[in-house]
């Protein structure tokens, strides 16, 4: 069992900046490649990049490539997500999640969810 606590979200303005990061206790963090998704109101929720246990392989949904930067510290159980140049499209509920072995795009790949953090971008 992983649990997963992320921070960090807010109320910021259109090209500014946040660092979310996810917190894992339980079993051995480095386990398991973690990921960023996030939920709009209204809209599904949808992949936005992952991180492999070593750091060696990351995957970025092309709406945030160039902007986004995922990384972890396995020392610290936690994971990040740097997001520069943010737009009002960003705005959504960020999860974290915790999956065995594979940077997947898929939900189901991933067993273990955090409850979430609002990022909320003005025009």
């Known amino acids: 069992q992983v649990q997963l606590v992320e921070s960090g979200g807010g109320l910021v303005q259109a090209g500014d900046s946040l660092r979310l990061s996810c917190v894992g206790s339980?079993?051995?963090?480095?386990?398991?490649?973690m990921a960023w998704f996030r939920q709009a109101p209204g809209k599904e929720r949808e992949f936005v990049t992952a991180?492999?246990?070593?750091?060696?392989?990351?995957r970025y949904a092309d709406a945030v490539k160039g902007r986004f930067t995922i990384s972890r510290d396995n020392a610290k159980k936690t994971v990040y997500l740097q997001m520069n140049s943010l737009k009002p499209e960003d705005t959504a509920v960020y999860y974290c999640?915790?999956?065995?072995?594979?940077?997947?795009?898929?939900?189901?790949?991933?067993?273990?969810w955090g409850q979430g953090t609002q990022v909320t971008v003005s025009s």
């Open positions: 991180i492999n246990w070593n750091s060696g392989t990351t």
């Open positions: 999640a915790a999956g065995g072995g594979v940077t997947s795009t898929y939900t189901y790949r991933y067993n273990y």
């Open positions: 339980g079993r051995t963090f480095s386990d398991y490649s």
